[in-house]
């Protein structure tokens, strides 16, 4: 261990010091940052957890909600002098970068960015995203280890830019602390604490500007958000959908009325149950919750529809299927109705995806779904 340290120790000033051997005097010059004042400021329409500052000379100040701030640097521009000391600096261009947000990727994949990603701690064999697959399969992209475990010495080999983490990485502090001792920035993303399902696909546009894309990903957001102008437009229904899986142990998850799966299912016109009284927690609750089968059972009995989230223990094909997790499933009208859905395993790696789910729900709610049997993102239990 002791070794293997020293070694990493030696790479590291070994790279410090190839990073400034043979450049150019030909940087732009930077101020004081005290005296740089903010020009403007990214327009995001449903994203909440970031905001975008933008000063002169293309510098932007990213500030990531109840977390980071990160200033994006230009190519051939220097670091503003006094520089705050809890601000990252992220130097353009950025590459070689380290994903750890499996989430993220697809907003690279929708960028056609995903050769300046080579890093991910997710194995080839459980993405669900054929792109990534066939770029892991062509060694394009490469497997460092689990995100709180990763091969550092790898990462730091490949010259890596930038490692982006999701909000698990907190969990385990130590990891995020060994990439910037190596001089590597850490983004912490929160796309998953958007309460809204296109605040997740907004993200593309940090993405976007990091990558120095911005045009093709704000193109790539509107297009996707024009999709769903006649579904946000329309009226509510008074169909109702119950979203969940049941765990090995036999417990209910489903989410809680603040996330952004009930918030798909009530821009596509329908009502989530269980409600927040149901579950007895606030109205703008997130993530998701266990309930007994019990309970689950009285407050969906009489759901319209059912959705059944095959992410974690693969997709469902059939009814039979369905009531090997519970019979009581049995006696719910939307059993009864043969109106059960399933989600297919890449909708939750598939974050550029939302219109189109929001859509497959649409469809559900208001009977358009009759007579199909398969959607984007939902198939129908035979």
Known sequence: MRNRKTLLCLVVMLALLLTGCGTENNTQ??????????????????????????????????????????????????VPEGL?????????????????????????????????????????????????????????????????????????????????????IYHNPETQEQLESLQIPVLVERSSYETHPLGRMEWIKLYGLLLGKTEEAEQYFDERVQQLDTILSDKQTDKTVAFFYISSNGYVNVHKPGDYISKMIELAGGSYVPTAEDLQVEENALSTMNMQMEAFYAAAQDVDYIIYNSAIDGELETMDQLLEKSPLLADFKAVKNHNVWCTGKNMFQQTTGAADMIADLHAVVTDQAAGKDQLTFLHRLK
Not at 33 to 57: N, R
Not at 129 to 158: F, H, R, S, W
Not at 161 to 167: H, T
């Open 29 to 78: 010059k930077a101020g004081a940052w005290a005296d740089m004042q903010p020009t403007g400021h990214m327009d995001l329409q449903y994203a909440t957890q970031f905001q975008v500052d933008y000063y002169d000379g293309g510098y932007a100040l990213i500030t990531i909600q109840d977390s980071d701030k990160l200033l994006l640097v230009p190519e051939q521009a220097e």
């Open 84 to 168: 705050d000391t809890d601000i990252t600096v992220l130097q353009q261009p950025l590459e070689n970068l380290y994903v750890a947000a499996s989430s993220a990727m697809d907003l690279f994949s929708g960028l056609d960015a995903l050769d300046q990603v080579r890093m991910t701690s997710t194995k080839q064999s459980d993405w669900s995203l054929p792109e990534v697959q066939q770029a892991m399969e062509n060694d394009d992209l490469l497997y460092v280890g689990k995100y709180n475990t990763p091969d550092y010495e790898q990462i730091l080999a490949e010259n890596c830019g930038l490692a982006i983490e999701s909000s698990m």
